[in-house]
């Protein structure tokens, strides 16, 4: 008897089974996205050499994430970009940093965190879509770089060096050494000579010394003349100030004797113009009542009756009527 195989339950059954395996691969995915939930970037300034995708980022040797993404940054093509996915949790600050470092011999590398003494974390810069960790040459960068540095330093050292052994320079070293050999001579063959002339250098280097000696001495007392001129000029300035206010004063009395003056030769103006003539005028008045006054004595004592019948009529002249 045959048996009836229905294709469409077994086709029902396939299809349901992938429906599940494919929610069960997305549930670990949102699983596994969820536990590497921070997303930062590091920009490389050297050689990645070793460093792959899912490649262990490590935090003071502890793993802590993976590395989604490597590749050129479009920007700058002189920078690596490095996505890195971490665990949550992890303390990114703002001085942590990230650096290259091999793993063991197998030409592997990782990435390795450091830091995180700050208080404040990482955060995201003005248009950029993740947290930027600064990124730390590697040691072995450094020592590439310095042995890179060393090899021009030495180059350069060896070009100097055959610039300065060049036949003209040899040349000119030996006739430096033969002269020297020619002075070195002459010395030993004057060296009497030049022993008096140190001796006659100490004994003028000793008087130079009692000349300065006596100048120290000089001007001690130029140091004193100049304190004492100092204080003459001082008093001299006082003297001056004194004679300065006294010349003043006289000058304010001189004014007022000035003004006095004024003031007399007004008033004396004053007498001439009003006072005298008056005076003047009553000593003539004053004259004539005298005059009056005397001859009306003499006429009371030649005539005392003239005090009771008055006057007496004068005798008339000659043409006139009694």
Do not use: C
């Amino acid at each position: 008897m045959e048996s009836k195989i229905n294709y469409t339950a077994v086709g029902a059954f396939v299809l349901a089974l992938g429906l599940a395996l494919a929610g069960v691969l997305w549930w670990l995915s949102s699983a596994q996205r969820a536990q590497h939930g921070s997303t930062y970037l590091v920009f490389a300034t050297d050689n990645v050499n070793g460093l792959r995708d899912s490649s262990d980022v490590l935090y003071r040797g502890v793993r802590v994430g993976r590395v989604a993404s490597i590749g050129i940054d479009p920007v700058n093509p002189a920078l690596v970009r490095i996505r890195i996915e971490l665990d949550a949790g992890v303390p990114v600050r703002a001085d942590t940093v990230a650096q290259l470092s091999p793993q063991g011999v197998t030409g592997l590398s990782v990435l390795n965190l450091a830091g995180g003494k700050a208080a404040a974390p990482l955060v995201a810069g003005p248009g950029e879509p993740y947290p930027v960790i600064p990124y730390a040459p590697s040691v072995f960068s450094r020592l590439e770089g310095g042995l890179n540095d060393a090899t021009i330093t030495l180059s350069r050292i060896a070009g100097r060096l055959d610039q300065l052994l060049s036949a003209q320079n040899l040349q000119s070293l030996n006739s430096i050494l033969r002269h020297a050999a020619v002075v070195s001579a002459s010395v030993s063959a004057h060296s009497d000579d030049i022993a008096q002339t140190l001796v006659a250098m100490r004994q003028a280097s000793q008087e130079l010394a009692a000349v300065g000696a006596h100048g120290e001495q000089l001007s001690a007392r130029g140091q004193r003349l100049i304190q004492h001129l100092d204080e003459t000029t001082q008093h001299l300035q006082s003297t001056l100030g004194t004679l300065d206010a006294t010349a003043r004063t006289w000058n304010g009395a001189a004014r007022e004797v000035t003004r006095l003056g004024g003031a007399g030769n007004r008033v004396v103006g004053n007498l001439q113009q009003r006072t005298l003539p008056g005076l003047d005028r009553l000593s003539d008045n004053l004259r004539s009542l005298s005059v009056q006054l005397t001859d009306l004595v003499r006429s009371l004592r030649s005539d005392p009756s003239q005090l009771l019948y008055g006057a007496p009529t004068p005798a008339p002249g000659p043409g006139e009527s009694p």
